[in-house]
């Protein structure tokens, strides 16, 4: 069956595991997550499906059924996994995708490695997405493709399906002209975006970023913008703007830009808070401390997270405040990434030595000021850290979104005097009323409003924490769907009336 809705995502939808023997479909062990909201949307269409990929040795023979039908808690729903091999798993994402367009996404130029990239192979699997896709797809479905790594899909698409409505979706950051244009790819990349109905990011900054880009590389126009909303401009955020683009227009094809930030499910984590397990839990961390105060911090191993920068920050708290010897723990997780790819494990490799170096010259026998987990910890359990810790520290150096920042805030109902401090260069800080805002770029920076969030008075800390919860609970999963929703709506009519005739890409 046809659907109405294809969503392309390089992940598979469901935890895909060996059980006596035979392979089982297990539906994602926890429902917050990028995966589990995009598939809430099958609810919406007549028939849904997913595309993905699945390694394999061999793409002729892969030694497995590349379509099945999925049946679980969000409806019946067709999964297409194209066989990918283990060399072109490794040139499109881990190569292309991370070591090249990775950096300049998030403002590394310097780590940018241009040498090792395959674009044919980039271009190929690319490619075999949009073919996947279409297959799915009606003549007028909606086809929803998200992050980077699947740049060159919409051209392709928009040859195969020219009366789909394409959407695409980055959650990443996107960077103005002087960083993208560095990507010899980019007006390649720039023509497949443009063959979309829609462009979508998380921050007006990002959208402004691309519709800067477009402008440099083709004699675009501006057809619409908008003020952008108070509640998207956190005061003297870093990452705020004040006008947001809806409408380019490139010769005669329009291009609409769309402005979403994702959320959390911010009700279940709440709900999830409030389970006497983990309330139990909360009660066994915090008397674990001893009365220290616990500082968290909850991130990938990745050189954008600013783990290093957290550690270099807390660790000259302890030089300056011998006071506080004994009665301040950081909790640092910073989940273990590819350990194959020289960047992350050189980054894993600086956070174990740092935390070495921190106990070894300031624990004692009873108090050993970090404790580094680097293990991706359950949701309940992590949880129950959010509702015990006194401050969270969120402070990436770049970041699309970051949800962990509002996951913090969602877990703290009736134990709101606890403090957030935040970068703001993570895309939620645009959002996120009533954290302690530090630019982790500077050191003294980080270490004001780290000693702010410790120092601070319990009425000062609920004030801000109810500001964030509301704040938080204003942007959550619910909320974005709904508004993704009425957006495919609009588009999909706006289509019917006039559908446009669109030049794009050769395939490869």
Known sequence: MKSDLV????????????????????????????????????????????????????????????????????????????????????????????????????????????????????????????????????????????????????????????????????????????????????????????ACDSVGFHIPRYAQNFAAVVRSLKAARLVEEAQTPPRMLATGGALNDRLTPLELDVDGKRTRIHTNPVGVNFDHIQTLAAKPEVQNRVEEIRAELGGCKLVLSVSRTDYTKGNIEQLEAFERLLQRRRDLHGKVR??????????????????????????????????????????????AIPLAQLVAYYAAADVASITPLADGLNLVASEFCAAREGREFASLVLSEFAGCAVLLDGAVPVNPFSAGSMDSGLEQALAMTEEEARARMQALRSSAQSWDIAAWTQREIAHFQSLRLARRKSPPVVDTPNAA
């Not at 598979?12 to 917050?32: A, C, D, F, L």
């Not at 130029?109 to 192979?121: G, H, L, S």
């Not at 009606?138 to 394409?166: E, F, S």
Request: proline share 7%; charged share 20%.
């Open 7 to 194: 969503i392309v995502y390089h992940r598979q939808p469901y935890e895909e595991v060996i059980e006596g023997g035979k392979t089982v479909y297990r539906e994602n062990s926890s429902p917050n997550g990028i995966v589990p909201t995009l598939k809430g949307f099958f609810g919406t269409a007549q028939h849904g499906a997913w595309v993905a990929w699945k390694e394999c040795t061999d793409t002729s023979n892969p030694g497995f059924e590349p379509v099945i039908e999925i049946s679980d808690s969000f409806g019946t729903y067709t999964v297409s996994r194209l066989p990918l091999t283990k060399e072109q798993v490794s040139s499109f994402y881990h190569v292309t995708s991370k070591e090249a367009f990775w950096p300049i996404l998030h403002g590394f130029k310097e780590r940018y490695n241009y040498d090792p990239v395959d674009w044919p192979t980039f271009r190929s699997v690319n490619w075999a997405f949009a073919e996947a896709a279409a297959e799915q797809a009606t003549d007028d479905a909606v086809i929803w493709i998200h992050d980077y790594n699947l740049w060159l899909v919409p051209g392709y698409l928009r040859q195969l399906k020219p009366n789909a409505t394409i959407c695409f979706f980055h959650h990443t950051p996107f960077p103005g002209p002087d960083m993208f244009n560095v990507l010899p790819w980019r007006a390649e990349i720039i023509d497949s975006l443009l």
């Open 330 to 375: 950081l909790m640092l997780v910073s989940v273990g990434a590819n350990r194959n790819m020289t960047a992350y494990a050189e980054v894993q490799e600086q956070i174990e030595a740092l935390t070495g170096r921190i106990n070894g010259t300031y624990g004692s026998f009873d108090w050993q000021p970090v404790s580094l987990i680097s293990r």
